[in-house]
């Protein structure tokens, strides 16, 4: 694996790290109803999510999901059913805002396995791991560059949403911005379950 080969990986990641996703929605309602500290505990959780897909391609375990269309399909429903889960509280939680509620005790053990859960549990991510990896650096043969390739996704991906979480709480901490985006973000999650649920790898 060459330094243009890093290069060139790092470019890709940062393209898709600021592409408006899942995790974009996660981590700035994060933000918004635990705050700061919740916002960068949903970025590490996503980190980790990356590290644990990372830790699957380095094993050869990824390549399964494409060999056995069943296992593609479990994967698939798990995560459109957790994807839905997290709009539809969301949305509730956008009800108790509405009616001035005490916000609820968000612990941040919650938020971090929620956030790695999110990113686990998404087909896309693993169909990354293998349709991208494989440009950039021969998995089977160096499968530790692989492992390494990863994880700078993830340092990537943790970067720009750090951003993502400081620009929430900045612009998005009054309870009307609040109430706003969680309903918007509930529906757009639930959307993202829908849309998954359509999604195939061919």
């Known amino acids: 694996m060459t330094l243009e080969n890093v290069v060139a990986f790092a470019a ?92 609820k005790n968000v612990l941040l053990k919650e938020v971090l396995i929620d956030g790695i859960f999110m990113n686990l549990l998404n087909p896309k991510v693993v169909i990354l791991m293998i349709a991208l990896l494989p440009q950039f650096v021969d998995i089977k043969s160096n499968r530790l560059a692989a492992l390494y390739l990863g994880s700078l996704h993830a340092i990537v991906a943790s970067i720009v949403l750090s951003f993502v979480t400081i620009l929430a709480r900045r612009f998005l901490v009054r309870n009307h911005h609040a109430v706003i985006f969680s309903w918007c973000s509930g529906l757009v999650l639930c959307v993202f379950a829908i849309q998954l649920l359509f999604f195939d790898f061919s």
């Open 12 to 103: 890709v990641s940062f393209m898709i790290a600021i592409s408006p996703g899942a995790s974009w929605v996660y981590v700035i309602q994060s933000t918004i109803h635990v705050g700061q500290k919740g916002g960068f505990v949903a970025v590490l959780g996503n980190a980790i999510g990356i590290l644990l897909h990372a830790a699957f391609a380095f094993l050869g375990l990824a390549i399964f999901v494409q060999l056995i269309p069943q296992l593609f399909f479990i994967l698939k429903m798990c995560g459109s059913l957790y994807l839905f889960y997290m709009g539809v509280k969301n949305i509730f939680y956008a009800k108790e805002l509405s009616f001035k509620k005490v916000q």
